[in-house]
């Protein structure tokens, strides 16, 4: 397991290389200038030239990446060319808003799945089964941002405002500075909404996989001996035939990472949240490089290293999975 876990973390490194290396170069491609868009009306053509020096934007590109990749070892992730200030700071500051949300959407997405993928493979080809199929269906088909004005036409407008539209309230310990609001209700009302409108979609997919992973597991021999030794029917369901079907469910929910990443774009975008999605899509459309490639950095590690703990979960889920033997 130690040499398995090693060999993965070590390849995480080329991984997250090659995708900043990627974003790098195509940002660069892009049309647009930062150089301009940081001079305003005042641009001219000396004062560009300074800045580029400045920022080193007049190097070939390699040589900016390797530049890049220098000062990163050294724990520097730049400083924004528009703000000046620190990418880092920026990143840490909004990160735990995105995790919350990340992590409240699988958790609304997983709410939903398992009792309706359980009901529905318990329970096949009845009413309750097609009812699970039906709404998964349609989970699949609408789109966060869909979702999200839906949600924002009910809750926020047609119920008299019981939930709010945009902005944060933050958790205590985790607000950047003294003039944010700190609330566990005020976070618990900002952060619903959002998080229904990115688990939403999720939950369709979950479910419709976790329903056949169950219809399969709950037809092996195993549980046909479970049942005629008279187990209890839960806990046939619940703790052999679940944990079983769980295992092809985690696989898509490690993949489904990347994608809560670009739905936390969306959202946070639709709803005014100050994380690491309006932080990416604002520094793409500033052309603010340092930015982007702090964005890209930290969605990249995180996809990987959640990748590798859904590696390490199977073995908690089928202890006949080793790695490293």
């Not at 056949?212 to 479970?226: D, F, G, K, N």
């Amino acid at each position: 397991m130690r040499v398995y876990l090693l060999k993965r973390l070590l390849n995480i490194v080329p991984t997250v290389l090659m995708i900043t290396f990627v974003v790098f170069v195509m940002m660069r491609s892009v049309p647009g200038d930062p150089v301009v868009a940081l001079l305003g009306d005042a641009y001219n053509e000396e004062d560009a030239v300074r800045v580029r020096q400045a920022y080193g934007l007049d190097k070939p590109v390699l040589v900016q990446y390797v530049i890049w990749l220098g000062k990163l070892v050294q724990g520097d992730w730049g400083a924004s060319i528009l703000s000046g200030r620190p990418v880092l700071q920026d990143v840490l500051v909004r990160l735990p808003v995105t995790l919350e949300l990340i992590v409240l959407s699988m958790a609304v997405a997983l709410a939903i799945a398992v009792p309706a993928a359980i009901i529905g493979a318990v329970r096949q080809n009845s009413w309750p089964d097609y009812a699970a199929t039906t709404v998964a269906m349609i989970g699949v088909s609408i789109p966060e941002f869909f979702a999200g004005i839906l949600l924002l036409l009910v809750f926020s407008f047609g119920l008299g405002g019981l939930l709010p539209s945009s902005g944060w309230i933050y958790l205590p310990g985790t607000c950047p500075s003294i003039v944010c609001g700190v609330s566990f209700w005020g976070n618990a009302t900002h952060v619903l909404m959002p998080a229904v409108a990115l688990g939403i979609g999720r939950a369709a997919i979950l479910t419709r996989l976790l329903r056949a992973s169950m219809l399969e597991v709950i037809r092996t021999e195993y549980v046909t001996t479970a049942r005629a030794k008279g187990v209890a029917e839960p806990s046939i369901v619940l703790k052999h035939a679940l944990k079983n079907a769980l295992i092809p469910t985690v696989t898509v929910m490690g993949l489904q990472v990347g994608f809560l990443i670009g739905g936390a774009i969306v959202v946070e975008t639709l709803f005014a949240m100050p994380g690491l999605g309006t932080f990416g899509i604002d520094a793409i459309i500033a052309r603010d490089y340092q930015q982007v490639q702090g964005f890209a950095l930290i969605t990249a590690f995180a996809f990987v290293v959640i990748n590798l703990f859904v590696d390490l979960t199977y073995t908690f889920l089928d202890p006949r999975i080793r790695y490293g033997a």
